[in-house]
């Protein structure tokens, strides 16, 4: 059974720092493309950032270009997001996703794999 199983949330100040990890499991994911999304209240998921199981090609949202680092660790079978310089309207739940390469990330096939979330709070 593949699982992705983010962690890290919580609460930070504006300006904070928080690093989220995704740990996953159940399948080889070499050729894969692992993203992170997010959702924050009342609002549409949206795409946050993405990298290559490989670790060579990464894409970010505008938005937190900069700020925002996606990683991975193959040997842990583990990505993770460090967020910098947050902002209050960053508040969200966080996911952790992964596709097959070329593929879309709103592919319904089954081949496209989703965590369950974990929720970053930025606020004073």
């Known amino acids: 059974q593949v699982r992705l199983v983010e962690s890290g949330g919580g609460l930070v100040q504006p300006g904070g720092s928080l690093r989220l990890s995704c740990a996953a499991s159940?399948?080889?994911?070499?050729?894969?493309?692992m993203g992170w999304f997010r959702q924050a209240p009342g609002k549409e998921r949206e795409f946050v950032a993405q990298?290559?199981?490989?670790?060579?090609?990464?894409a970010y949202a505008d938005s937190v270009k900069g700020r925002f680092t996606a990683s991975r660790d193959n040997a842990e079978n583990t990505v993770y997001l460090q967020m910098n310089k947050q902002k209050p309207e960053e508040t969200a739940d966080y996911y952790c996703a992964a596709k097959p390469a070329g593929s879309s990330w709103s592919d319904q096939n089954g081949a496209n794999y989703w965590g369950k979330g974990t929720l970053g709070t930025v606020s004073s």
């Open positions: 159940g399948r080889t994911f070499s050729g894969y493309v």
């Open positions: 990298l290559t199981w490989s670790g060579d090609y990464t």
